[in-house]
Each structure stands twice: as C-alpha cells, then as structure tokens.
C-alpha cells in the first residue's frame, strides 16, 4: 500500500482478526451502547433532580412527572421532599450503575486492544520466522525487530482510539437526540456550529499531522538502526575508537525528533481546546435564547440550563476526545502502512508454500547432490554450479576451498536453508522439498563459525528453542559430556544453570563452540555439519575442538567445512569446491596436498 486511509487500514486490520475477535468487538459495540444509554440517563435524572430542588411544586405538576404517575403508582410523587428524595436516589443509582458499566466497558475495550497488539505482533514474528532464509538475507534485522516493536501502533494508537470513537459517537448521538427532544432550536443550533468548526479544524491541521508522523517514523527508523549497529556490534565499535561517531548520528536524528513530538502534541491538543472554547460560547448563547425568546417557567429554565451544562460537560470532552483519537490515528498510520507492507510480504511470500503437511523422512544410506546449481536473489551469476556428489551414511566428508568458493551455500543447501534453482538434493530417495525440510532439519546438527549465545543459562543455551518445562537435563548433561565440557562446566558456580551472558561473553571462544556442538548433539541428529567450526580460534582450542568433532567419526554423519587443511586429514574423503564448482573429490592425502599446491601457486600462501 503505497498511501493507507483510515477506512482502508480499518478495513484490513477487521478482516486480519481471527472470528471471535470479531465477535468480541461487536460485543463491545454493543456494550457501548448500553453505556450510551446509561450515561444520558443519569444525565437526565441530574437536570431532573436540579428543577426538583428549584421549583418542586412546577416539578410535581409538570408531563414527565405525569407520565411517571401512569405507570408508577407512588404517592411519595405527591410530596415535594418525596419528589427530591426519589429524583435524587433515581440519579445516584443510574450515575452508579452508569459508572460500574462504563469501567467494564473501558476494560474490555483496553483489554480488545491490547489483544490486537498480542496478535498482530504474533502475526508478523511468525510470518518473519517462517519467511525462506533467503528472504532474510536481503532484510535488515533492526528494522524487523521495529515492525514488531511497532505493534503498539496498531493496538494503542489505532484500534484503542477507534473504539474511544464509537464510544463517543454513540454517546454524542444519544444525548444530542435526547437533547433535541427536549429543546429541539437550541440542540440544532449548537449541533451545527461545533460540528462544522470541528470539521474546519480537523481538515486544517489533517495534513500537518499526516506529514508529521511520517517523518516520525523515518526518524525512529534511522534512531533505531543506529542504536542497532552501535550496540550489536559493540566490541568494534570500542576498536574502532568509534563511540562519539555513533553518538553524533544518534543526536542527529534524535533532536529533529523531539521537535517532531512537540509539535505532533500540539496538533493533537489543539482541536480539543479550540473546540472547548467554542463550546462553551454556545452554551452561554443558548441561555441567552432562552432568556429572551422564550417564555419558560424557572423549573423549567433551570432544568433545561441543568441539562445543557451536564450535556456539555459530557459531549465537550467527548467531541474533543473524538478529535484527539483521530490525531492517533492519523499518526500512527505510516506505521501501521509498514506493518500491512510487512504482512502482504508474509502472506505472498508463503502463500502456497507454507504446507503444513509436513512428510516423514528416513535417512538410511546417503545424502545425494543431484546437478545443483544456485544463484542469490539480485546476482545474475550462479555461486554453485551443477555439484553431483553423495555423502554416505557414517562417511565423514571434508569440504576445502578458498574463500567465496560457495561452501557455506552448499551446507544451507543441504541443511534445507536455501532450495536449488536447478537440481535436486535427495535424502535416500526422498527429495528435500518444502515438505521434507521439517523432518530433515530435526534430525539435522549444526555448528556454524559463531553460533548464536544469547542471555540464558548454559541449559537454556543448550536446549535452545524447547520450553524450560520440556528440557531434558540428563540429556543436557550427557551432550554436554559428549562435546567434552565437563570440566568446563565444575568451574561453573550453578552449573548447567549458569547464566552465560549475551553473546557468550562470559564464555571463551573453545568454550562457546563446545555450548554450539552440546546444542546440535541434543537433538539427537543423524548427521552434524560443521561449517568453519574452528576456523576463529587458537591453535590449542583449534585441535581440542577437533578431537571432539572426530570423536563422533563412525557412530555419526559428518560434514566438515575447514579452510584449515589441518582439520580435513582424518576425514574419509574431501570435495574440492572451486569457483562454485567441485574440481575435486578423494582422498585426504590427495586432495589436500594439490589443493596445498594450488594456493601457493596462485596466492603465494598456504591456508
């Protein structure tokens, strides 16, 4: 959507909420007229009780009291003390009831909104989680975590102000029909003077507002970035010496900002105070119509003055909280306008594609790469280029080449990451298909370069993404003797329930391979990838790490990526990839020796 209405982001925003939300927002409607009622009721009984008070014995004798009479047969009607002790008793309850009903009502409305934040939040973080790897690659993760983040725009700054505003309309309405049945010149003349000067002023300052969250929005996005950048990447950063630069772009953005707010609270407040002043001039010339042109009685003066007062005490704020709830709305539409560009991307995305049929899958004999080819989105040459190899249930495969060769293209392939545009990968004889990617993922194990470590315990780090109720801690101990951190985790003053920090930054970098490896192992995989597992670290973790990955040689499937020819010797065979090609397959001894050769030819280095 390139420009989003409010009726249209309305429009949208209903038909994306499951079917008893929708149920549960006509409920609210239907509350809120309920409310309606008894809000002008109460304000009724008010200006009723004040003529009471005033002229009782015009009251007594007046049609309201005679139609009460028709279908109450009380004699305390009769009494002036009767009639003011009744009207006011009739007021406190319906201003109670009136109150108790209006607090539930703000409840469910508060309560609704917040639920449409819970699920559209939900909505896009499912949508992003389950968008193809590929998708991700050409996005910026800070400005997905904003889409999510900016749920709030849709609940509290949307859908809470457009229930306020069926919430005083219908208010509005009731009274001013109950108004206009009373002193029906006086009701039409006010009507018509506050609706057209809040029309007037909500069309003058619409597209101040509109222009105005708009570049709120740039703003936060680039403040956002920014703080992303300098915080995720904290460590060069502090190398860099570059603090004060990421400073300086912050403020360069943050300060225009607050100009932006100051001004936004100003457009939004003030329909509400020029409506107000205007209001109040109305009431003040109603009374003076009143006075001079009509013949009244003082009950009847007092009354109608009684009503109109409440009424404007009332319908004032209402028309002024309707007009504030539209500047909501106005400003958070190129918000929400982002988050419905998010959401179109989600559904056309997977649509078609988000088969929940998800096919069982066996891995019995090998991994087989049929004629693969594969190229990124936007690049106009392959990266992998017609690969026909296999991998052997138990075979231990090494795979060598210089940088930019399409290694780690080919691990995501395998891994069911990415999807060949030519070719096929087969499990046994079974395709990996969109389908077939769930079962082969959850018997899959994976150990990248830097796995991500975030703020948990070791368990938590280790179990990564199961439920604390569903984590297995015998098995989280007997990973963890598998990938060799038993000693490592005695040091630990909680053990396995040591909080690690974000990062692992408590954690050495062997160590935070080893929590990487114990993560894989707790899947219980048929087959570990290994993609640069030590290709950050010294020499003495470097060989620690690999006596733990070759300690799984014959009881597990491995995959080992290495630009250390070191790490590749005891494998039982190594692909050469070269230029997104193999130009190689065999032997440890032979492959590694000519690969040896070939970067001092070419590099005048060794790897």
């Known amino acids: 959507m390139s420009d989003t209405s409010y009726f249209a982001a309305f429009k949208w925003v209903y038909s994306h909420l499951q079917s008893f939300r929708k149920k549960q927002f006509w409920l609210l ?55 003011i002790y009744s009207s006011g008793l009739l007021m406190c309850f319906l201003m109670m009831v009136k109150n108790v009903l209006k607090a539930l009502s703000k409840y469910g409305m508060a309560r609704f909104s917040a639920a449409m934040e819970a699920h559209f939040g939900g909505l896009l973080l499912n949508g992003f989680l389950r968008l193809p790897y590929q998708w991700h690659l050409s996005r910026n993760s800070a400005d997905l975590i904003n889409a999510v983040q900016w749920r709030v725009y849709l609940g509290r700054n949307f859908f809470q102000p457009t229930l306020n505003i069926f919430n005083d309309l219908l208010m509005v309405s009731i009274m001013l029909i109950s108004l206009f049945v009373i002193q029906p010149v006086v009701s039409f003349t006010v009507l018509i003077v506050l609706s057209s000067a809040a029309c007037f002023i909500y069309k003058v300052i619409r597209e101040k507002i509109d222009r105005t969250a708009k570049t709120s929005r740039n703003y936060q996005i680039a403040i956002n970035k920014e703080a992303a950048m300098a915080i995720q990447g904290i460590k060069d950063v502090k190398v860099a010496g570059a603090e004060n630069a990421f400073v300086l772009k912050y403020y360069d953005r943050a300060i225009p900002l607050s100009k932006i707010f100051g001004l936004q609270k100003m457009y939004a407040d003030a329909p509400v105070l020029i409506l107000e002043t205007i209001g ?14 009509f013949d009244i009685t003082t009950a009847y003066m007092i009354g109608t003055m009684a009503l109109l007062a409440v009424t404007a005490w009332k319908v004032l704020p209402a028309a002024s909280q309707i007009l504030n709830s539209l500047s909501s709305i106005r400003n958070s539409i190129p918000f929400i306008q982002t988050l419905i ?140 003797t598998m990938a060799s951190m038993n000693e490592f985790v005695e040091t630990l003053p909680e053990g396995i329930d040591t909080f690690i920090g974000e990062r692992g930054v408590k954690l050495s970098g062997g160590q935070q391979q080893r929590v990487a490896i114990a993560r894989a192992l707790y899947r219980k995989p048929e087959i570990l990838i290994f993609d640069e597992a030590t290709s950050s670290l010294d020499t003495k973790n470097e060989t620690s790490i690999q006596k733990t990955i070759y300690s799984f040689k014959g009881s597990q499937t491995l995959i080992i990526i290495a630009h250390r020819l070191s790490t590749l010797e005891k494998c039982d065979r190594v692909i050469w990839l070269e230029k997104g090609m193999v130009k190689m397959i065999g032997s440890p001894d032979k492959v590694i020796s000519l690969y040896g050769k070939d970067q001092i030819e070419n590099k005048g280095w060794l790897k």
Request: hydrophobic content about 45%; charged content about 20%; glycine content about 8%.
């Open 280 to 293: 109040f001039f109305m009431l003040f010339l109603s009374i003076c119509i009143l006075l001079l042109v």
């Open 341 to 480: 560009e998010y959401v179109e991307q989600i559904e056309s995305e997977l649509d078609g594609k988000d088969n929940k049929d998800i096919r069982p899958l066996s891995f019995a004999n090998a991994v087989k790469i049929n004629n693969v080819s594969f190229a990124y989105e936007g690049n106009k040459a392959d990266t992998l280029k017609n690969l026909d190899f296999l991998v052997r249930k138990g075979e231990t495969v090494g795979i060598i080449g210089s940088s930019g060769a399409g290694k780690s293209t080919l691990v995501d392939l395998i891994i069911g990451l990415l999807g060949p545009i030519e070719g096929t990968i087969n499990i046994d004889d079974q395709v990996l298909t969109p389908t077939v990617v769930p079962s082969w993922i959850k018997i899959t194990g994976y150990v990248s370069q830097s796995s991500y470590i975030y703020d948990g315990t070791l368990a938590e780090n280790i179990a990564f993404g199961i439920k604390e109720a569903d984590v297995d801690r015998a098995l989280i101990k007997d990973c963890c």
């Open 29 to 83: 409607l239907a509350a809120m007229f309920i409310v309606a009622l008894f809000e002008t009721g109460s304000l009724g009984t008010i200006a009723f009780f004040s003529s009471a008070v005033t002229d009782p014995e015009n009251v007594k004798s007046s049609k309201y009291v005679g139609v009460i009479k028709q279908f109450v047969d009380a004699e305390f009607l009769n009494s002036s003390k009767g009639l």
